[in-house]
C-alpha cells in the first residue's frame, strides 16, 4: 500500500452518511488542507480528446453502449487528433488525454502510431482510456511513450459490476484489479474510479471502493454521480434494482467520495469530473476543487464528435469550443485563487515510487 488508510470501513461509512453542518466542513477541510500540501494549490489542466463512441461492450449505464442504435457513430483521425495535441500545447497544458469506447477500429497500430506522432511533435504526457485491452497493446503502447491508463474498476462489488458490465459473448468475466495491477507493473501511472449512485450499491459497497483506492496505491482517481442515459436498461425504471441501503447519485455524496479519495491517496491527482459540472452548471467543478481535486480536463474534441461521446445525457461543455472549455476552467481557477499547473503534472505519489531504492532479496 503506497498511500495510509487511516480510516476503517465503518468510519468511512459514517462519513458517507454524515449530513451537512460542521462535522461534514471539517472533512472538507482535512481534504482540501492535504490536497494543498501533498500536491500543492496548482490546478493541472488536462486536454481531453474523445477518439470514438464505436463500442463493442453493452454495459449497462453507458450511453455508447453497443446496442443504442440511436446514436450516430464516429471514429477520429489521426491529424484531427494531432491538431488538438497542438492546440493543447498553445494553452500551455500538460496532457493530452486521449478516450474512447472499446472500438476495434483503434487497434494497437493505430494508437501506436498516434502516440509516435504526438511525441514527436510536442512535449505533452499521453493519458490513455481505452478500456479493457490486451497485455502485448498496453506493452507496446507504453513502449511508444504512452505515461498513464485509466481503467475505473466502477465498483468492487464483484456481482454488481459483473450486472453492469456484462462481458463479451463467449469471453470470461474480467477482473479489472488484476489489470490495474498488470498497468502498475508496467510503469504506467496508473488511475481508476467509481460510479457514486449507480443503481444496487451500497454504503459499504461505496466504503470498500475507497479502501480499494489505498490499497491499490493509484496515481489518479476520477469518481463522480451517477447519471442515467434513457437508452440504457439502467435508464429505464422498470430495470433499476435499488440496494437495501443505496447511495444516493448526488453531487453531495459525490464530494464527500472525492474527499475520502484526497485523505486515503494524499498525493493522487484527482479531477473535479465532468459529472460534478453536469449536475451542477453554475458551481459543480469548483466545489470539486474545493473538496480536494487539482485536476480540471477542457474538452478539445471538435464540436462536431462533442454531442455524439454522449455516455450520459446534457454533459457539460458538449456545445463549447475548445477555447471555450479552456477559459471556463482558467475563470473557475482564478475565482478560487489557485493557479494554472506548468509542465507534465505528474502524480507525486507515482515520482516518489520511481525514486525509492531497489530492495535486493537476501
Known amino acids: 500500500m503506497r498511500d ?20 461534514l466542513d471539517s472533512l472538507r477541510e482535512k481534504a482540501d488542507q492535504l490536497r494543498r500540501l501533498s500536491v500543492g494549490d496548482e490546478v493541472h489542466l488536462r486536454g481531453l480528446v474523445e477518439l470514438s463512441n464505436i463500442c463493442s461492450r453493452n454495459c449497462s449505464y453507458c450511453g455508447i453502449r453497443r446496442d443504442n442504435l440511436s446514436i450516430k457513430r464516429y471514429r477520429i483521425k489521426t491529424e484531427e487528433v494531432l491538431r488538438c495535441a497542438h492546440k493543447a ?12 469506447g472499446e472500438d476495434p477500429g483503434l487497434t494497437k497500430e493505430f494508437i501506436s502510431d498516434l502516440i509516435l506522432r504526438i511525441k514527436t511533435e510536442t512535449d505533452l504526457a499521453i493519458t490513455l482510456s481505452l478500456g479493457e485491452r490486451n497485455v502485448d497493446e498496453w506493452q507496446e ?36 484489479v488484476a489489470m490495474l495491477k498488470t498497468l502498475q507493473a508496467l510503469g504506467y501511472e496508473t488511475g481508476s474510479g467509481v460510479m457514486i449512485g449507480v443503481p444496487g450499491q451500497s454504503y459499504d459497497d461505496l466504503a470498500r471502493d475507497i479502501e480499494l483506492f489505498a490499497e491499490l496505491g493509484l496515481d489518479m482517481i476520477g469518481v463522480g454521480p451517477f447519471i442515467p442515459h434513457p437508452q ?3 435508464g429505464m425504471k422498470e430495470n433499476v434494482k435499488m440496494a437495501a441501503e443505496q447511495v444516493p447519485n448526488s453531487v453531495e455524496m459525490g464530494l464527500k467520495v472525492l474527499a475520502l479519495a484526497r485523505i486515503v491517496c494524499p498525493g493522487a491527482n484527482i479531477p473535479s469530473t465532468t459529472a460534478f459540472a453536469t449536475l451542477d452548471r453554475k458551481s459543480g467543478r469548483e466545489m470539486g476543487l474545493c ?38 476552467a482558467l475563470i473557475q481557477i482564478k475565482h478560487l485563487g489557485r493557479t494554472p499547473g506548468r509542465g507534465r503534472g505528474d502524480s ?10 531497489i530492495r535486493k532479496e537476501g
Open 348 to 357: 507525486p505519489t507515482h515520482l516518489e515510487q520511481l525514486t525509492k531504492p
Open 232 to 234: 440504457t436498461p439502467l
Open 89 to 100: 500545447v498553445k494553452f500551455g497544458f500538460g496532457t493530452l488525454v486521449l478516450q474512447g
Open 291 to 328: 473538496w480536494g481535486a487539482n485536476v480540471v480536463m477542457p474538452n478539445l474534441t471538435p464540436v462536431e464528435y462533442r454531442k455524439l461521446y454522449e455516455i450520459y445525457p446534457s454533459k457539460a461543455a458538449s456545445t463549447e469550443t475548445p477555447e471555450q472549455s479552456r477559459d471556463a
Open 4 to 23: 495510509g488508510l487511516n480510516m476503517d470501513r465503518q468510519e468511512i461509512v459514517q462519513w458517507l452518511k454524515c449530513s451537512p453542518g460542521e462535522e
Open 141 to 176: 503502447w507504453r513502449k511508444c511513450g504512452a505515461d498513464r491508463y485509466l481503467l475505473r474498476f466502477e465498483t468492487s462489488n464483484k456481482d454488481l459490476f459483473h450486472r453492469i458490465h456484462p462481458p463479451q459473448e463467449g469471453q470470461p468475466q474480467c477482473d479489472r
